[in-house]
């Protein structure tokens, strides 16, 4: 038997129509794109703020959410993180990745330039906590299935901003530790995605690659 809970619980309202409410999630997401094109026209803070709000409520485990999100729009710091990033991506082109990879990338276009990290007009870094936040004494606690729980967060975040009407792309330079160093955030914070987010840019162009249908990648049992 499970120990009475700690905390207060309450009444828990479902959607009214399940099925319509699913199709016009869909609608709206197939629609969605990673954007390699960006436009450097304002996005408010504002806005970003609902998408990363939106993204705090995922589920985690233990409800410690091992998330932080920094959203960046100094011209400097993106500057920075641009080089820092385009370094690591030639050393990935030219010496880690395999020919195998590279051919799978080959159709896409990808190259280790990334000059959307600074015409973007915001860069939102996910970082996962190992460790929850210290308290008042300094102890910090456990985190649970933080990367399960980060992703998650973030793949709403990515929902979010494409149902916000902009566009942004997942962006995993490897190593990423350099995100740590640029925005100084504390070792118990580890970089887990860095995502430039805004408006398309004029004449932004995506590669025509469709999805594997839905019977491919669902059973029914």
Not at 30 to 45: C, G, I, K, W
Request: aromatic share 8%; with cysteine.
């Amino acid at each position: 038997m499970c120990p009475s809970p700690q905390v207060p619980f309450v009444p828990f309202t479902p959607a009214l129509s399940p099925e319509s409410a699913a199709r016009a999630f869909y609608e709206t997401v197939r629609h969605r794109r990673s954007v390699r094109f960006f436009s450097d026209a304002p996005v408010s803070e504002g806005t970003i703020r609902l998408c990363i709000a939106a993204a705090g409520s995922a589920p985690s485990g233990a409800n410690k959410q091992p998330w932080r999100f920094v959203a960046v729009r100094d011209p400097a710091l993106k500057r920075a993180i641009r080089l820092a990033a385009e370094a690591e991506e030639r050393e990935f082109y030219e010496r880690r990745a395999t020919p195998e990879w590279l051919a799978d990338l080959a159709p896409l276009g990808t190259d280790p330039d990334k000059p959307f990290l600074e015409i973007a007009p915001w860069l939102i870094v996910v970082f996962k906590l190992v460790k929850t936040d210290p308290d008042e004494t300094g102890k910090q606690g456990k985190t649970y299935y933080a990367d399960e729980s980060v992703g998650i967060a973030a793949g709403l975040l990515i929902a979010a901003i494409h149902h916000a009407g902009l566009v942004t792309l997942t962006h995993t330079p490897s190593p990423m530790s350099f995100l740590s160093t640029v925005l100084g955030r504390p070792a118990h914070e580890r970089p887990f995605l860095l995502l430039p987010v805004g408006h398309p840019g004029e004449g932004a162009t995506v590669p025509d690659i469709h999805r594997k249908s839905l019977e491919e990648i669902m059973l029914v049992r």
